[in-house]
């Protein structure tokens, strides 16, 4: 089955303990993203990866780190949370050919709380 | 910074009506998709609508584009209890990389 996979689900943890929130896809998608949800706000782009080893800021980059060495593994690091990062968390992917993007398929998401 | 702003913040009807969101946006775009969400899960891509397509349709939904306004509207007939959920629009920009901004979304409500 065609789809993206998020772990944990759930994840409560304390300001300073890094974590990492890994994502991964069996379509052979170019593009992968992160987003957070937050009430209210919708989904804002952390990060995004047009291709392996090729990443670039979304619109709230700060306080993330991501990586992109296997094509279908784009995993999300938080070196050290701070409760301003408590969220909504989705990876998504998407053939995203050429310069224009494409339909984006969307993890089940993961919630963090950030004590 | 939003690019997508969606109108109505949140739309209660009957079932059977039919209901009509909108988005605006403020850069030019390659593209405008619709997502929807049920609460707190995954997004689920609706439809894709590119910049010189004026109007598609996809079932019981209908997306208009007017690339002069910068603005798109969704439209779902005949509403269902089921099409209950929150609806987003999302676009990409033709300028500053691959980046795709949503909108912060539309909540259904379609009461059996």
């Known amino acids: 089955e065609a789809q993206v996979t998020q772990n944990p689900r759930y994840l409560i943890t304390v300001t300073g303990k890094k974590l990492t929130v890994t994502c991964s896809q069996n379509m052979n998608h170019e593009y992968m993203s992160w987003y957070r949800q937050d009430p209210g706000l919708g989904l804002r782009q952390i990060y995004y990866?047009?291709?392996?080893?090729?990443?670039d800021k979304g619109d709230v980059p700060e306080g993330y780190k991501v990586s992109r060495k296997e094509k279908r593994n784009f995993p999300l690091i938080l070196e050290s949370p701070s409760p301003n990062q408590t969220s909504l968390y989705f990876c998504?992917?998407?053939?995203?050919?050429?310069?224009?993007?494409?339909?984006?398929?969307f993890g089940p998401g993961t919630r963090l709380t950030v004590l | 910074s939003q690019q997508g702003e969606e109108d109505p913040q949140a739309l209660s009807i009957q079932e059977g009506e039919n209901a009509t969101m909108n988005c605006s946006y403020k850069t030019s775009i390659n593209n405008l998709q619709w997502y929807r969400q049920n609460s707190g899960r995954g997004l689920v891509h609706l439809i894709l609508?590119?910049?010189?397509?004026r109007e598609k349709h996809s079932g019981r939904l209908r997306v208009t584009l007017d690339t002069s306004k910068k603005s798109s509207s969704l439209l779902i007939t005949a509403s269902r209890a089921a099409d209950t959920a929150s609806y987003f629009c999302a676009t990409d920009a033709v300028t500053g990389g691959f980046k795709t901004i949503f909108g912060a979304g539309t909540r259904l409500f379609v009461k059996a």
């Open positions: 998504a992917s998407s053939p995203g050919v050429g310069w224009i993007t494409d339909t984006q398929y």
């Open positions: 990866s047009m291709n392996v080893e090729v990443t």
């Open positions: 609508i590119r910049s010189n397509e």
